[in-house]
């Protein structure tokens, strides 16, 4: 579906919505945080493959080889 239509949509639904709870709801979803909370040797083992990846000492792979692998495995 075209996204512009999609969000046409949804305002119209929002507009003519008298549930309260769907707004606040709603209104959570859009305004929720994306923190990610990582412990300090998280974010060690992070930044050390983040290192070996920038020094070209990992395997790394396209997206098309990832969504292909995914298909073969789910054979």
Known sequence: MDLQLEKIELIELLLNTRNESVLKKLR?????KHDINLTPEQYEIVDKRRELHLKNET???SWEQVK??????NQ
Do not use: F, H, Q
């Open 68 to 73: 292909s692998n995914a298909r073969l495995a």
């Open 59 to 61: 395997k790394s792979y």
């Open 28 to 32: 959570a979803i859009l305004e929720k």
